[in-house]
């Protein structure tokens, strides 16, 4: 039973049927939370050996969002704290369970206070762009409408997976007065924009953001127009191996997920790339909005040393 979460989360989080960095951290978590509840381990080093291969299946189902290794490694952690108190499984599974609840617990509070921080910057009559679907972007846009604030979103259709049609749905279902565009209208756009508002999958020590491909060409645009732009993301986002010299990889799709198989087909010598994130300079980023506060993105290297030190395990 417990495998079979593991491996079912895998698939659900490789094909994005779970997408979006939160949800992936979450449902991953989750997927751990089962495998050790359900499992039958023989000692407490048994459990950390199956929990830490279960992890290292569930990283792999996608390279890029961070928050997926920072939910798998804060699990290792708790469960490592365990072993190493020599105790019963019984006792052990009961500490990891909690830490895995605690996790899921934490990660919706830090998006309703990322909502309420970042609703604080959007004034009557704003013009707001969004790009791609997140939640903590969502969570801004229906605090501030929860707050009776007049204002307008446009959303980008986001190809070639166009996430851009969840969040206009569901800001439109929430009554906002929202607008989707195909991504070669961004620019037409940005001269009514005010600011724009993104999500992330990671967040690098020099306060470079990691997003949905487009993210970087929306901000570009935005810098050109001089529209705000701000980053909403929890801070379980924050890659602390980048403070080490890491990389954050870059997925690269399917290229049937931008032209059709038979098109492919008949036109064998065209080379399609399918990039899934791109990285956006800390230059044209304005804030950042955390949990943890509004932060520019020069300040991002200090917030992850007081997080996850200097070397330690992500969120331990
Ligand atoms: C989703 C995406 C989102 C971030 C943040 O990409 O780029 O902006 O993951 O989302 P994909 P959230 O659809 O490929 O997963 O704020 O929900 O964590």
Redesign the pocket.
């Known amino acids: 039973m417990g495998t079979s979460s593991i491996e079912s989360t895998y698939l659900q989080i490789r094909s994005?049927e779970v997408?979006?960095?939160?949800?992936?951290?979450r449902a991953a978590v989750s997927a751990l939370r089962d495998y050790c509840d359900k499992g039958k381990f023989s000692s407490t080093r048994d459990l950390y050996r199956g929990l830490s291969a279960a992890g290292e299946r569930l990283k792999s189902a996608?390279p890029?969002?961070v928050?997926l290794p920072n939910a798998v490694n804060y699990v290792l952690a708790a469960a490592g704290r365990s072993e190493a108190k020599g105790g019963q499984v019984r006792e052990a599974t009961k500490e990891i369970v909690a830490a895995c609840d605690g996790f899921i617990s934490e990660s919706l509070k830090a998006?309703k206070v990322i909502g309420e921080y970042g609703a604080k910057r959007i004034a009557d009559g704003d013009v707001i762009m969004t790009?791609?679907?997140?939640?903590?972007?969502?969570a801004v846009i229906a605090a501030a409408h929860g707050a009776r604030k007049r204002f307008e979103v446009i959303a980008t259709e986001?190809r070639p997976?166009f996430?851009g049609r969840i969040t206009a749905a569901a800001l439109a279902k929430l009554g906002v007065d929202v607008t989707l565009i195909p991504d070669t209208a961004v620019r037409v756009h940005m001269r009514r924009v005010d600011m724009v508002i993104?999500?992330?999958?990671a967040i690098t020590a020099n306060g470079a953001v990691v997003?949905?491909i487009g993210?970087s060409q929306v901000a570009l645009a935005a810098h050109e127009r001089k529209a705000r732009f701000y980053v909403?993301?929890?801070t379980y986002?924050l890659s602390p191996a980048t403070m080490l010299g890491e990389l954050v990889e870059i997925?690269q799709r399917s290229p049937y997920e931008v032209v059709p198989k038979a098109w492919a087909k008949s036109n064998s010598k065209v080379k399609v790339a399918n990039p899934?994130?791109d990285v956006t300079p800390p230059e044209y980023i304005d804030l950042l909005i955390t949990e943890r506060g509004l932060y520019p993105p020069q300040g991002m290297v200090f917030l992850m040393k007081e997080l996850y030190g200097e070397a330690r395990a992500p969120l331990a």
């Open positions: 994005m997408r979006g960095a939160g949800r992936i951290a996608r890029t969002a928050s998006t790009h791609c679907n997140s939640e903590a972007v969502t986001t997976r996430q993104v999500g992330a999958d997003n949905k993210t909403a993301a929890e986002k997925e899934a994130f």
